[in-house]
């Protein structure tokens, strides 16, 4: 048995209104680095056989105070390139009419100029098996990534289509378990944060008709409910 441990990155100056992505320069901000010495304090008794962490600062920022001598950089953990929605804000892309296909079909997403959400649940998956094969089955080990990554990994655990990753729910600074034995994966612990606070329901629409958009999955991974 493998034992995976999925981290997403703490909060920064855009998450939640716009969509990072790669954009460079994109630090914790002081809410993300409590979050981040909060996920190491509670994870403190673990011993992990590796420290995996997507290449962008915001993870690696996270694992820092893990003091992790065995950190890793793995290309296959970035976030989604998202092409042309990279920096923009989450409400105007909205209207994008690309923005349904994100929501309600997503394994058929591609976004302008960048990646596919198809392309990126593959190489986040494939990075996890060839993580387990070579840390072996008795292996406990972290990884630092994104919103949607994460999701991807999740879904392919739980034998999701893609369609249906929207479904998932990561926040950040969040804490994921799956362990990995040779028939099954089990998800022992999913989105795992010492806020349980409920969103605030979305605004009804002034003719009070439903409000489609209150449906609708944070692109990217959103910034929580902290």
């Known amino acids: 048995m493998t034992t995976l441990l999925l981290l997403r990155h703490g909060l920064t100056p855009l998450t939640g209104p716009v969509l990072a992505g790669r954009a460079p320069g994109v630090h914790l901000d002081e809410r993300g680095r409590k979050q981040a010495a909060d996920a190491a304090e509670r994870l403190k008794d673990v011993r992990f056989d590796a420290v995996v962490s997507s290449p962008l600062e915001r993870c690696r920022e996270t694992v820092e105070p893990f003091s992790a001598e065995n950190l890793q950089i793995d290309d296959r953990f970035a976030e989604c390139d998202y092409g042309d929605w990279t920096g923009k804000k989450l409400g ?135």
């Open 92 to 226: 105007d892309l909205a209207k994008e009419p690309e923005w349904r296909v994100v929501q309600a079909h997503p394994s058929a997403a591609v976004f302008p100029g960048g990646e596919s959400l198809a392309a990126v649940s593959a190489r986040a998956v494939a990075a996890v098996r060839d993580w387990n094969a070579r840390l072996g089955e008795r292996a406990t080990y972290l990884v630092c990534s994104h919103g949607d990554v994460i999701k991807a990994i999740v879904a392919d655990a739980l034998g999701l289509h893609l369609d249906q990753f929207q479904r998932i729910n990561v926040d950040p600074g969040s804490v994921t378990v799956i362990e990995y034995t040779p028939i099954r994966p089990f998800l022992r612990r999913l989105n795992d944060t010492r806020n349980f606070g409920l969103p605030e329901p979305p605004p009804e629409h002034k003719d009070g008709g439903e409000n489609i958009a209150g449906s609708d999955a944070a692109v990217g991974g959103g910034a929580g409910t902290t």
